[in-house]
């Protein structure tokens, strides 16, 4: 697709749950970044993957939190046995390879555990 | 480890105000240097980038920033706003010797007063 897209855009869940997010990034790009957005906050890093290299997953906040890569391309965002803390806007962005590049962000997907 | 500090939270200005927003860093080798902005209910998107040369970088929509290494400063500035620049400004930095997570400021929530 044109633009780095995430699903699904909204998502309610209970507390306790599972739930798994996903993003497409642009076509080509090799590096996909996780950021979560709450309300008042910057953006607060999660996982970085950069083509076949080992993940950056320095950001995830608890062991609850995992993501994967698969084949390159589609990414997903688990978080197991949700908290209410962690309801915030997740974002998904991409950029192609290298250190000179901007990173494209999705829309994000708004999570709310209640 | 990285850190991006924008001390300003929330500015209002009205409109054909000058503005200057701050962001300082905390790295010590070679950064690429961003500003992301957000407006009201859409994505993320690059407003400018300086990664090396001339220090002073211009953007998107009449903005610009300036690079002084010595202050660890990379400052945005517009000299004249207009209420279509209500929005969330980011400002962002990479280190400049590798491809890496990118790490980000709190924000800065701009309102403009028509």
């Known amino acids: 697709g044109a633009g780095v897209s995430q699903s699904p855009s909204n998502k309610v869940t209970e507390k306790g749950k599972d739930v798994e997010l996903r993003c497409d990034p642009i076509?080509?790009?090799?590096?996909l970044y996780w950021y979560r957005q709450s309300l008042g906050q910057g953006l607060e890093f999660l996982i970085y993957f950069q083509g076949n290299s080992a993940p950056d997953k320095s950001g995830l906040p608890s062991d609850r939190f995992s993501a994967e890569r698969t084949g390159g391309s589609v990414s997903t965002l688990t978080i197991q046995r949700t908290q209410q803390e962690d309801s915030a806007v997740y974002l998904c962005a991409s950029s192609l390879a290298g250190r000179r590049t901007e990173a494209f962000f999705g829309q994000g997907t708004r999570l709310t555990v209640v | 480890a990285q850190s991006v500090s924008q001390h300003n939270h929330h500015v209002i200005l009205s409109e054909a105000a000058s503005l200057e927003l701050g962001c300082n860093y905390s790295y010590g080798g070679t950064v690429n240097l961003f500003w992301y902005v957000q407006y009201p209910g859409q994505h993320l998107q690059l407003l400018l980038k300086y990664f090396s040369g001339d220090p002073l970088v211009k953007g998107i929509k009449g903005f610009e920033a300036e690079f002084i290494k010595s202050k660890f400063s990379f400052n945005l500035r517009k000299p004249s706003v207009q209420w279509s620049d209500t929005a969330e400004y980011f400002c962002?930095?990479?280190?400049?010797?590798?491809?890496?997570?990118?790490?980000f400021g709190s924000g800065t929530r701009l309102s403009i007063r028509p």
């Open positions: 076509s080509g790009h090799t590096a």
């Open positions: 962002a930095v990479t280190p400049g010797s590798s491809a890496s997570k990118i790490i």
